[in-house]
């Protein structure tokens, strides 16, 4: 991760995504499961499942049902589902996610995965912090911490071989 001459961000995904992997590796247990945050946590979620020799599926779980902005955003989540291949009760779980930010995404998954069943443990680990939390909610683990302005936001993107970038947009 570096700034070019003018100052814009520049994150190499996909060695981040390697950082993730070894981080994940070390807060996995042998009964953990992984659920992603769709979309980038769900695509974080399938390829370490696959590159952990995990079998199965990996949980998906969507903030739409919870949101705390509901009202500004309206239903623009509403093709999102959940889906928990697994008994969510006792359950140790490692929640992954491309982007933390405020907070708010990950305290509204957390609802979510409780309408579910009690996990025993909840972990999360995130591909990029970027700071600026509005809630007390901290990674475990985090490939990479950046700041960012607020009117800026960053996303992750896959392309059709799997391979993660980067897009920053806003001024």
Known sequence: MNRTGE?????????????LLRGVRGLMGADARLVGITSGGAWLAERLQQDLGLSGPPGVISSAM???????????????????PFEVNDARIVLLDDVLYTGRTIR????????????????????VDRGGRELPVQADFAAARVS???????????????????KVEGA
């Open 7 to 19: 100052g814009a961000l520049l994150l190499d995904a996909e060695a981040l995504y390697r950082e």
């Open 66 to 84: 919870h949101r705390d902005d509901f009202a500004r955003r309206g239903m623009s989540g509403a093709g999102q589902q959940t889906l928990l």
């Open 108 to 127: 509204a998954v957390l609802n979510e995965l409780f309408d579910y069943g009690r996990p025993a443990r909840v972990q999360l680990a995130v591909l």
């Open 148 to 166: 960012l302005p607020d009117a800026q936001s960053l996303e992750l993107a896959r392309d059709a071989q799997g391979r993660f970038s980067f």
